[in-house]
């Protein structure tokens, strides 16, 4: 069965502290996300990696990094975290290419509250 | 700007109804997928229909695409309390940046016993 599990489901974090989000799936599969969900604004891009070590600037990546030393795991750093990233992180992957048809397999998602 | 915008934002019927949700977009697309967040939840995929498809069935679901008009529409059949969720739909751009799906904002739907 398909899974992407997200360390961490609640945090709270003061603002200018480095925060780690780690996601990991078991499904070998290629692409990795990570979106930020808030209301009225649905889910919003931040960073993807179609491979290990390999990355993109999704919609919204200013405040973010991303780490994808492994192909099963996908980091997402904020290297000084401020109130305004208070929101949920939904991780997600894919085996293939999502403009063939692929499907994203989403986490549970990761509560911030930055402080 | 969000690639896509559902509609309505939340909809309240009687379990047994049938609920519609609607959503546009604005670029060509390749897919257009559907998906739905049980309150506090990571997004699950329940259908996807192509560019070339018009009209496509999975159990109680029923999708429609009308490229002409850059909109889809979500049909759920015989409600139940348990489809009580939020539904997004999700486009990739045709063309290029084929890896990024891209969300609308959602319909909030309330099915009540």
């Known amino acids: 069965d398909v899974k992407v599990t997200q360390s961490s489901r609640y945090l709270v974090k003061r603002t200018g502290e480095k925060v780690f989000l780690e996601c990991v799936q078991d499904?070998?599969?290629?692409?990795m996300f990570w979106y930020r969900q808030d209301p009225g604004l649905g889910l919003r891009l931040i960073y993807f990696s179609y491979d290990v070590k390999m990355k993109e600037k999704g919609d919204i990546p200013e405040g973010y990094s991303v780490s994808r030393e492994k192909k099963e795991r996908f980091s997402l750093i904020l290297e000084s975290a401020s109130t305004n990233q208070t929101s949920m992180y939904l991780c997600?992957?894919?085996?293939?290419?999502?403009?063939?048809?692929?499907?994203?397999?989403f986490g549970e998602g990761s509560w911030l509250t930055v402080v | 700007s969000q690639q896509g915008e559902e509609d309505p934002q939340a909809l309240s019927i009687q379990e047994g109804e049938n609920a519609t949700m609607n959503c546009s977009y604005k670029?060509?697309?390749?897919?257009l997928q559907w998906y739905r967040q049980n309150s506090g939840r990571g997004l699950v995929h329940l259908i996807l229909i192509r560019s070339n498809e018009r009209e496509k069935h999975s159990g109680r679901l029923r999708v429609t695409l009308d490229t002409s008009k850059k909109s889809s529409s979500l049909l759920i059949t015989a409600s139940r309390a348990a489809d009580t969720a939020s539904y997004f739909c999700?486009?990739?751009?045709?063309?290029?940046?084929?890896?990024?799906?891209?969300f609308g904002t959602g319909t909030q739907l309330k099915v009540e016993l």
């Open positions: 499904m070998d599969h290629e692409n």
């Open positions: 999700a486009t990739d751009k045709r063309g290029g940046g084929g890896n990024k799906l891209t």
């Open positions: 997600a992957s894919s085996l293939w290419n999502v403009g063939s048809g692929n499907t994203i397999y």
């Open positions: 670029t060509s697309i390749n897919n």
